[in-house]
Each structure stands twice: as structure tokens, then as C-alpha cells.
């Protein structure tokens, strides 16, 4: 290197911090491929450069971490980063995604303009390379019949769809986001929501005449006797705080790595009666998504809802739908 060349980061332009690490390597592990991009990572290669983290909230906006593949040693080779307001920031319902970046390594015999076109020919295969940047600029002062008015409509229901689509995560997200999706769920129901209280609660449905608390997990695993304890935990660290009656709703997505229709709610006699005896109630975020197709097709009413809280129910089961399948 000639002194006085410039050392340049190419990933500063990222509104986000990003870790990475320029030792390289061969092991790629085929298994970590995400099927949105199968058919690039189709073989093993060389790789130069590896990810050890990113993400986090910038400015109102959470950027989502997400890795397409990995290396034998769990560092991703390539990443995805999804753009959504943060936490706290949101307003009313759900935001569609924002935007979407990715950062993706250029295989040997690869040519970056024929990795583009195959990128937006799997990836965005409804746009039409051959008109971009064909049409003139003064186009854009003309409308055709009905344009705007379709435009509104299809803004709409992209809107519409982005909300409903999103109810999947009930069925196999964690963390913040299995939250996010899970108070979402309940005001839909037609339920008020206090979010989280950090240390004290995950969340609080209001009720008239109580206030339930929430622990709000994800778990590849059962049902474990630590979390309903963690939820008798902020049913006594709110009873001070309230004149109502408190009790307590663990919403789990519990064995969230397999198949809804092939999980079962198994609690030994031990968790029955530690629900039973404190008048705690479990519901699982397969349940949920139950609830809220139930009252997409009428079939369950918020009252019903509400009248399972208030019921003796340890574990709650919305009868009115079919079973997922």
C-alpha cells in the first residue's frame, strides 16, 4: 500500500452499527440458508468478510438484524436489515416495513450486473427493468383515468394486507417482536393495553374491573414452571398499585420452532395447580392467532374475549374456530 492511501470503511454509510470481521474463510453451513435466497447460496464458496452483529433503533427506527447465511463458526456472511418505526414510536395499528438493506458478498464468476437483474428478477419480480429509466420526466404531469383514485386503493390495501400479515408472527416470533405483535392482537380484540413496565410487567390488560398483568414469551421448549413464577412475580409487584383486582396472563409461543398444528400444551400436575391455586391464566400466541381470525370472520365477539379473562379458565382455548392447519 502506497503511503498516504486512504483507508475507507465501507459500511460507514450504514445508519446503524455494524460488527464485522475481515478474516476469511471457506466453511459456509448450508442448513442456515434462508429460502429467500436458496438460489444464490446453492454451493459452498470463499468468503473474505463475516458479521458478528448490527442493528438496533437510530433515530425513531429499529433496524431488524437478520442473517441469510452463516459460516461453520454461526457468524452471518450475509445480511438483511429491515427498516420499522421503534418501539414506543409507533402511533395506532400496524406500520408497514419501512424499507429493506441488504448486504450481500459477490460470489466467484459473478458479474454485479447480472447479479442485479437476477436479484430483482427473484426478489422484485414485479418491476419492469425495461421501462426504468426509459420514460421521460415530464410523464409524471400527466394522470391516467382513475389513477390517483386506484393508487389510494392499492396504498390501502397494501396497508391492510402488511397488518394481517403480520398476525403470523404469533405463530414463530420472540423477544420484542412476539411482544409488539401480542399487544397488537389484544387491541384488535378490542382490549385496552399498558405496555411494558421493565421489571415489572410486560404489559397490563385494562379491564373494568381488573388489571391483567402479561408475561410474554417465546421459547423453542414447554411450558416452564419459572414463567408462571416470573408472572406471579408482577401480579405482586403491581397489587399496591392498582384498586382493582390484579391478576395474571402468561402469553407463551412455546415449541415456536415447530409446526402450530403439531404442538401440544402439556403442564404436569404440578403447573395446573400453581396456575389453579394463585387464579393465573396461560393462553398461547397460536390461540391468539385463533382469536383474531375468529373475529376477522365474526365467529368470536370481544366479549367472548373478555369473558375469558373473567372465567375460571386456567388455560384459555378459543372453541369457535377451526384448528389451525
Known amino acids: 500500500m502506497f503511503a498516504g492511501t486512504p483507508v475507507l470503511n465501507f459500511l460507514n454509510w450504514l445508519p446503524f452499527e455494524i460488527e464485522a470481521e475481515d478474516s476469511g474463510g471457506q466453511s459456509v453451513d448450508a442448513d442456515s440458508v434462508t429460502d429467500e435466497w436458496s438460489w444464490y447460496f446453492q454451493d459452498q464458496f470463499d468468503w473474505d468478510l463475516s458479521f458478528l452483529s448490527g442493528g438496533g433503533d437510530a433515530e425513531g427506527v429499529r433496524f431488524r438484524f437478520e442473517s441469510l447465511v452463516d459460516n461453520g463458526y454461526r457468524q452471518a ?24 438493506i441488504y448486504l450481500i458478498p459477490l ?28 420514460q421521460p420526466d415530464w410523464l409524471g404531469d400527466y394522470q391516467a383515468p ?5 393508487e389510494a386503493e392499492i396504498e390501502r390495501l397494501q396497508r391492510e394486507l402488511a397488518h394481517a400479515q403480520a398476525y403470523k408472527q404469533l405463530l414463530w416470533e420472540q423477544g420484542d417482536e412476539l411482544e409488539e405483535i401480542v399487544y397488537i392482537a389484544l387491541q384488535d380484540a378490542g382490549l385496552t393495553i399498558e405496555e411494558e413496565v421493565p421489571g415489572r410487567r410486560d404489559g397490563a390488560i385494562d379491564l373494568a374491573d381488573r388489571k391483567v398483568m402479561l408475561e410474554i414469551t417465546g421459547t423453542t421448549g414447554g411450558i416452564k414452571e419459572s414463567k408462571l413464577r416470573q408472572l406471579q412475580t408482577w401480579v405482586d409487584n403491581n397489587q399496591n398499585d392498582y384498586d382493582e383486582e390484579i391478576t395474571g396472563l402468561l402469553v407463551i409461543n412455546h415449541q415456536r420452532d415447530r409446526n402450530p398444528s403439531e404442538r401440544r400444551v402439556q403442564l404436569d400436575e404440578q403447573r395446573e395447580a400453581y396456575l389453579d391455586s394463585r387464579g393465573l391464566q396461560l393462553i398461547t400466541t397460536p390461540e391468539l392467532f385463533k382469536m383474531v381470525t375468529g373475529i376477522s370472520m365474526g365467529d368470536i365477539s370481544e366479549d367472548d374475549v373478555q369473558a375469558k379473562l373473567r372465567s375460571d379458565e386456567g388455560i384459555i382455548v378459543f372453541n369457535e374456530t377451526e384448528e389451525l392447519s
Open 107 to 134: 460470489l466467484d464468476g459473478r458479474g454485479f450486473q447480472d447479479f442485479s437483474y437476477q436479484v430483482m428478477d427473484e426478489l422484485y419480480p414485479d418491476v419492469d427493468l425495461n421501462t426504468v429509466g426509459r
Open 146 to 150: 382513475r389513477e390517483e383514485e386506484l
Open 77 to 100: 456472511l450475509a445480511l438483511k436489515f429491515t427498516a420499522n418505526q421503534a418501539r414506543g414510536a409507533r402511533t395506532t395499528g400496524l406500520a408497514p416495513e419501512w424499507g429493506t
